[in-house]
């Protein structure tokens, strides 16, 4: 079966979200504490009859693009026109996860509905571009030919946003110039969206954005302990909700569990938050329901290219091996992509072996223990025993960088309960062991 080993290898794409409707995707929702996007989200969109702007959170490769993708089909068939665009991304993005500012964001906005709102009249973000376009000129190094910018200003959008984020050197120089000018750079949207609106297709009446993504912002924290996640979702959040159309943004979760949150609520009203699939329970036991889940995610990988394969014969010399991946991956989905990617890298054919699968887990776990600074190894330890977090640099910083994980359940009195835990890789190391054996309470 080399060939069959080959098209799965092939067909494991950890990094690329589902689109709606694809065969692969299995429904998680009920191991991730009932979560679901469209009765979080979807529905506040189309039943408000004012305009909305929403967050969502989680893990980085937890699954939140393909559930927005999910989430952008149910508007559009529900009478919106969703501007979708993944603000970091590897080859279209706007935006540098290492150096970013609010207006960066909008910026991006621009470019999107531009690019998508080709109806509309653009003379207002026209206007706006040219009073700024010899400066931007002298800056850029590009000749903006001033009299024709209204031919191609969504290019020149996209030229700026690119600079912004591959040019350090230039990147400062733009801001100086495009910041100051944020609140008529809104305006100017405003004017633009408010036209659009009148030019949407037939059964299309309310207008959406979704910038996905920006929970890759890396926290960057001044000397006065506030974080660039502070600046950017609350001290600008007027401009973040300044446009007259629903807007949705993804933010990191450390956010979300920083002493700023009740402040994060107050302005965008509860975040919606996609947790970890529940492969154990909060006393350290296999959840068989959860395990399942993660099961029919490899599954759906292998069956279009080896139908009737066994998982604990076929592809893994054993079910316990199979159960070993699982909860390794802690229930992160790209966690368990990349596990069994590496895995199957190990052998020549299948099945997977115990040998092969623990090869893979080791080098995961190597660079999980990388990430970790001496003095959180004691962090993750009181995690482990307490099930819970602490609302401080530390906790957030481990849970951004997904050495502590998320989980969510209702209880037999439908109260939700959230907990959380150490990775499961860095269980193993001699570093977090010597931190339990001297953890006292």
Same mark, same amino acid.
């Given at each position: 079966m080399a060939d069959a080993l080959t098209q799965i290898y092939n067909a494991i794409n950890p990094f690329e979200p589902l689109e709606p409707d694809n065969p692969l995707y299995v429904d998680c929702n009920a191991e991730r504490g009932d979560t679901d996007i469209i009765l979080g *989200?979807?529905?506040e969109i189309v039943r408000s009859d004012r305009f909305t702007c929403q967050l969502f959170a989680g893990h980085r490769g937890a699954g939140k693009s393909t559930e927005l993708l999910r989430l952008r089909k149910y508007l559009e068939e529900n009478g919106c026109f969703v501007v979708y665009f993944a603000a970091v991304g590897e080859e +279209?993005?706007?935006i540098d996860p290492q150096d970013v500012e609010y207006g960066d964001i909008l910026l991006a906005c621009a470019r999107h509905l531009l690019e998508k709102l080709t109806e509309a009249d653009p003379q207002p973000l026209v206007n706006w571009f040219r009073d700024r376009a010899i400066a931007l000129q002298e800056v850029m190094q590009t000749e903006i030919k001033v009299d024709s910018v209204d031919v191609g200003i969504a290019k020149w959008f996209a030229q700026v946003t690119a600079t912004i984020r591959a040019v350090p050197t230039q990147r400062r120089k733009i801001r100086e110039l495009v910041y100051p000018h944020t609140v008529t750079l809104v305006n100017a949207l405003n004017e633009f969206i408010a036209d659009a609106q009148h030019k949407l297709p037939s059964g299309q009446s309310k207008l959406v954005v979704i910038a996905d993504n920006l929970d890759r912002i890396v926290p960057i924290v001044d000397d006065q302990g506030r974080s660039n996640h502070d600046e950017i979702y609350l001290d600008r959040s007027e401009q973040l909700r300044g446009l007259d159309c629903h *807007?949705? =943004?993804? @933010?990191?979760?450390?956010? @979300? =569990?920083?002493?700023? &949150?009740? +402040?994060l609520k107050d302005r965008y009203g509860n975040p919606e938050l996609l947790p970890m699939i529940m492969v154990q329970t909060p006393d350290g036991q296999s959840h068989a329901p959860g395990i399942n889940k993660m099961r029919q995610v490899i599954l759906k990988r292998v069956e279009p290219y080896w139908s009737n394969a066994s998982l604990d014969a076929d592809i893994f010399e054993s079910a316990d091996l199979v159960e070993m991946l699982c909860l390794a991956s802690g229930g992160h989905v790209r966690e368990l992509m990349l596990l069994l990617k590496e895995a199957i890298n190990q052998v020549s054919a299948f099945p997977?072996?115990?040998? &092969? *699968?623990?090869?893979?887990? &080791?080098e995961t776990r190597d660079t999980y223990r990388r990430t970790v600074n001496k003095d959180q190894w004691a962090v993750l330890a009181k995690v482990a025993h307490v099930r819970n977090i602490d609302n401080d640099e530390p906790h957030r910083d481990l849970l951004f960088r997904r050495c502590i994980l998320e989980y969510r359940y209702y209880d037999d009195n439908d109260a *939700?309960?959230?907990? =959380? +835990? @150490?990775h499961p890789l860095l269980k193993s190391t001699a570093e977090f062991k010597a931190a339990n054996d001297a953890y006292k309470p």
């Open positions: *989200l979807g529905r +279209d993005g706007d *807007l949705i =943004y993804t @933010v990191p979760i450390s956010l @979300v =569990y920083s002493s700023r &949150a009740n +402040d997977i072996t115990a040998k &092969a *699968l623990r090869r893979a887990i &080791a *939700l309960q959230c907990w =959380y +835990d @150490v």
